[in-house]
């Protein structure tokens, strides 16, 4: 079965970087879309950045400049690199993973666990 595992979380001072890490099982990883998601605490969970199959990125305007998506598929893994970083930032950050194929944003697609970012001030 499908299995996404999120790594690299913790407390952070304002201004530092973490990387995260999710490493995906069960399906053939190079031909599904991976995004990472956040939401803190009381707020709705936001889409932080997509990496396609192919490799193209996207981010939402809030981490743009800062954050960084990429994706290892001979270790059928992807990463989130995350500098600069603002207290806005905490947030529980969660892994996912849709099949790449025509619709594919409006597909459930499958959710890691997720891991925890705390940036204090």
């Known amino acids: 079965q499908v299995q996404l595992v999120e790594s690299g979380g913790g407390l952070v001072q304002a201004g530092g970087s973490l990387r995260l890490s999710c490493a995906a099982s069960?399906?053939?990883?190079?031909?599904?879309?991976m995004r990472w998601y956040r939401q803190a605490p009381g707020k709705e969970r936001e889409l932080v950045a997509t990496?396609?199959?192919?490799?193209?990125?996207v981010y939402a305007d809030s981490v743009k400049g800062r954050f960084t998506i990429s994706r290892d598929n001979a270790k059928n893994t992807v990463y989130l690199q995350m500098n600069s970083l603002k207290s806005e930032d905490t947030a529980v950050y969660y892994c996912?993973?849709?099949?790449?194929?025509?619709?594919?944003?409006?597909?459930?697609?499958?959710w890691g666990l997720g891991t925890q970012v705390t940036v204090s001030s």
């Open positions: 996912h993973a849709v099949a790449d194929m025509p619709g594919w944003a409006r597909r459930p697609g499958y």
């Open positions: 069960g399906y053939t990883f190079n031909s599904y879309v």
């Open positions: 990496i396609t199959s192919s490799g193209a990125t």
